[in-house]
């Protein structure tokens, strides 16, 4: 498998971050990190192994970002403000220096063909990934999100100006009427995944929530509830529904 490794400096956040690329071709899969984790998360917690077989097939290429959650909204400062601006920072280096060089990339290993995007993660991941996926839906056309909460109230309470409001899924979705956005939402493949065994309630919560608000707008999604006890809902659970997510839209993807 061709693994590579990258620590290139971000112009959007003034400093240098890492990510790595896994694959030589194939469906290109953008993967955040969970809460306050890093770009190596992903392969550490078995998914690139749980992968490698369509990796090494040239049927997806990986991409593991880094994040900075731990300045954002898992930070002490009591500057709220402050704190989601650098997350808008964060957004900006990923929708104008990642995904220009993911799209840049992927094409010229896809024999010049222009690919649209899987965006995915777990817990913060799925989190990101749905808010980046609803705020920038123009070169993704799936989202699979693992255990995430879809709004700010957790991180800001009912804090809510512009800058906050722009970053809670279920709150500005619900006042989206563009249809330009609609359809690309309604076209997109957009997979929720939730367990429901313990220390899930919040992000049961707002997984439901969600699921009401795409629900009322006619947006189509697949959610998907599992177990019901505390030895359903870790990691093997996640991978296993990652990894049958992902297949599943190259599959259909190849059909």
Same mark, same amino acid.
């Given at each position: ?12 956040? !003034? +400093?240098?971050?890492?990510?790595k %690329?896994? $694959? @030589?071709?194939?469906?290109? /899969?953008? %993967?955040?990190?969970?809460?306050? $984790?890093? #770009?190596?998360q992903?392969?550490?917690? $078995? ?5 490698? @077989?369509? /990796? ?5 290429q ?5 994040? *900075? ?14 704190? /989601?601006?650098q @997350? ?13 060089? *993911? ?22 991941g799925? #989190? @990101?990934?749905?808010?980046? #996926? ?5 070169? *993704? ?13 957790? #991180? ?5 100006p ?11 979705? +619900? ?5 330009s956005?609609?359809? +690309?939402? +309604?076209?997109?493949?957009? *997979?929720?995944?939730? $367990? ?13 929530e969600?699921q009401?608000v ?22 093997? !659970?996640?991978?296993r ?15």
């Open positions: 498998m061709q693994i590579n490794y990258h620590n290139e400096y971000s112009h959007r956040l !003034g +400093r240098n971050m890492e990510y %690329v896994y $694959g @030589h071709a194939g469906k290109p /899969i953008l %993967v955040f990190p969970t809460s306050n $984790g890093r #770009f190596y992903y392969e550490d917690s $078995g998914m690139i192994q749980a992968l490698s @077989h369509w /990796i090494r097939e040239g049927k997806i990986v991409w593991t970002v880094d994040g *900075i959650d731990w300045e954002t909204y898992f930070s002490d400062s009591w500057d709220k403000l402050q704190r /989601i601006r @997350h808008e920072n964060y957004f900006a280096y990923i929708h104008e220096e990642i995904i220009p060089s *993911i799209l840049e990339k992927s094409k010229s290993n896809n024999g010049g063909h222009n690919q649209q995007l899987v965006v995915t993660g777990c817990s913060m799925a #989190f @990101h990934s749905s808010n980046f #996926f609803f705020r920038h839906p123009w070169h *993704i056309d799936t989202v699979i999100a693992l255990s995430g909460v879809y709004s700010t109230d957790y #991180f800001f309470g009912e804090y809510k512009t800058d906050i409001y722009l970053n809670s899924p279920v709150d500005y979705l +619900r006042n989206n009427h563009d249809e956005y609609l359809d +690309r939402f +309604r076209k997109a493949n957009l *997979i929720f995944c939730c $367990g429901r065994g313990a220390y899930e309630e919040l992000m049961l919560k707002d997984t439901r969600l009401q795409l629900k009322t707008k006619e947006i189509p999604a697949w959610f998907d509830y599992w177990g019901t006890v505390p030895s359903m809902t870790g990691d093997g !659970g996640s991978n529904l990652s990894t049958t997510s992902i297949i599943s839209c190259i599959e259909k993807k190849e059909k």
